[in-house]
C-alpha cells in the first residue's frame, strides 16, 4: 500500500466540483501501471486489460466538502457558502486553504470572540452567517487581489498518524475511496486477472452524485463496486441500532440494501471469508446515500455493492480511519475482480 500516494491525495484540495488538483494527483499515479483518460465532467478513469470480460467498475470519489466565497466586504472579511454537508460548530478557527487568482493563500475562520458572546448567544449552534474568513487583508481592495467570488477552498489539516495505524486528516471522506480503488487495481493487474477493470475517480458526489451517473453512463460496466466510508459505531454518544455496526480495526463494512445486488453482496461476503477478511453488515431501506445508488440504476442497471472503510468523526477535519481497515478493502475489491459474478439473473 502506498502511503506516500495516500498522503499526497489527502494534501490535495478538491472541494465538490473544483476537484481537478486532487484528480490529477490520482491520475497522476494511475499512469504509473494502467490506461488513464478523462472526460467533460472531471472523471478519471485508469483501466487494465482493455476489451476483457466482464467489466468491472471501482468507483471512489474524488471530492472533499470545502466552502466557496460568496461576498468580500469592504474591510477585507471573506465570506462563504458551503460545498457539501458542513457542521458550522467544526469551522470556527479552522485555517482554510484557498485556490484564488494568484494561487494558493491562507485565512482562518472568524466568529465574535466568546468574551463578546452574549449568554444567549453561547447556548446557541453557531450557523453559517455568523462565519467569515479573515486572510489579513487590510481592506476589501487587498482582499480581492488575492480572492474573487467563486473562489474555493478547503480545511488545511494535513494528515497525520495516531497511535498505531490510524490516521486523522480532513478529506478522508472520500479520498479513501479514490485511494482504495486505485490500489485494488494495482494489485489484481499483479495478480494476473483478465476481466476489464476500471477504477474511477468520480467527481461532485457530495453534491448530488453527479460524477458516478456520467461516469458509469460512459463505461457500461458489467458489475460495479463502490468504496465509501461508514460512521464508526464505537464513539461516545453513538448507538448501535441508529448507525448499525462498523469499527475502527474490524475491515470494511458491506451495505445490504434494495440498491445492493444480491449476488455481488454474496460473492463478497465469500471472498472474504475464504480470505479471512472480517467486515460488518450495514441496512438501508432505501438510498445508500452514496455513488452506488446512482450507478446501481444506470441504462438498464448495474449490478453493484458498497463497501465502506469505518471512518470517526466524518465531515470534520480530523476524519479518523485504521490503516487494517484500507488495507482489507483493497484486498476484498482485488479478489472480487479475480472472481466477479457473471450471472445476474435473480
Known amino acids: 500500500m502506498n502511503q506516500d500516494f495516500l498522503k499526497e491525495l489527502l494534501l490535495a484540495t478538491g472541494p465538490a466540483g473544483f476537484e481537478a488538483e486532487a484528480v490529477r494527483v490520482w491520475a497522476n499515479q494511475a499512469r504509473t501501471f494502467a490506461q488513464v483518460q478523462t472526460d467533460k465532467n472531471g472523471n478519471a478513469y485508469a483501466t487494465i486489460n482493455r476489451g476483457g470480460s466482464p467489466r468491472i467498475m471501482l468507483a471512489g470519489h474524488a471530492d472533499e466538502i470545502g466552502i466557496i466565497v460568496s461576498y468580500l466586504d469592504e474591510n477585507g472579511f471573506v465570506y462563504f457558502k458551503p460545498l457539501g454537508g458542513w457542521d458550522p460548530q467544526v469551522l470556527v478557527g479552522q485555517r482554510i486553504s484557498f485556490v484564488g487568482p494568484k494561487g494558493k493563500i491562507t485565512g482562518v475562520v472568524g466568529r465574535k470572540a466568546t468574551h463578546l458572546l452574549t449568554e444567549e448567544d ?47 486528516s480532513k478529506a478522508i471522506d472520500n479520498r479513501i475511496g479514490a485511494f482504495v480503488v486505485l490500489e485494488a487495481l494495482r494489485l489484481a493487474k499483479e495478480s494476473g486477472v483478465r476481466a476489464e477493470v476500471t477504477a474511477v475517480a468520480t467527481v461532485q458526489e457530495e453534491i448530488g ?138
Open 122 to 168: 453561547k447556548r446557541k449552534a453557531v450557523t453559517v452567517d455568523e462565519l467569515w474568513v479573515d486572510i489579513g487583508a487590510k481592506d476589501g481592495k487587498e482582499a480581492r487581489d488575492y480572492l474573487e467570488v467563486g473562489s474555493v477552498g478547503v480545511i488545511d489539516q494535513p494528515p497525520v498518524q495516531l497511535l498505531g495505524r490510524r490516521w486523522v
Open 209 to 346: 452524485h453527479h460524477g458516478a451517473r456520467t461516469s458509469s453512463f460512459k463505461l457500461k460496466p458489467d458489475t460495479a463496486l463502490v468504496v465509501d466510508v461508514h460512521h464508526c459505531s464505537r464513539v461516545p454518544g453513538t448507538e448501535k441500532k441508529r448507525v448499525g455496526e462498523g469499527e475502527l480495526g474490524k475491515g470494511p463494512v458491506l451495505d445490504v440494501g434494495p440498491y445492493i445486488h444480491p449476488k455481488v453482496l454474496g460473492r463478497l461476503r465469500e471472498l472474504a471469508a475464504k480470505a479471512q477478511i472480517s467486515y460488518a453488515l450495514n441496512a438501508h431501506t432505501a438510498k445508500s446515500s452514496t455513488d452506488t445508488d446512482d450507478i446501481a440504476f444506470e441504462r438498464e442497471g448495474v449490478p453493484a455493492a458498497l463497501v465502506s472503510v469505518p471512518n470517526r468523526y466524518m465531515h470534520s477535519p480530523s476524519e479518523m480511519i485504521d490503516l487494517d481497515d484500507v488495507e482489507a478493502c483493497i484486498k476484498l475489491l482485488a479478489l472480487y475482480a479475480e472472481n466477479p459474478v457473471e450471472e445476474f439473473s435473480r
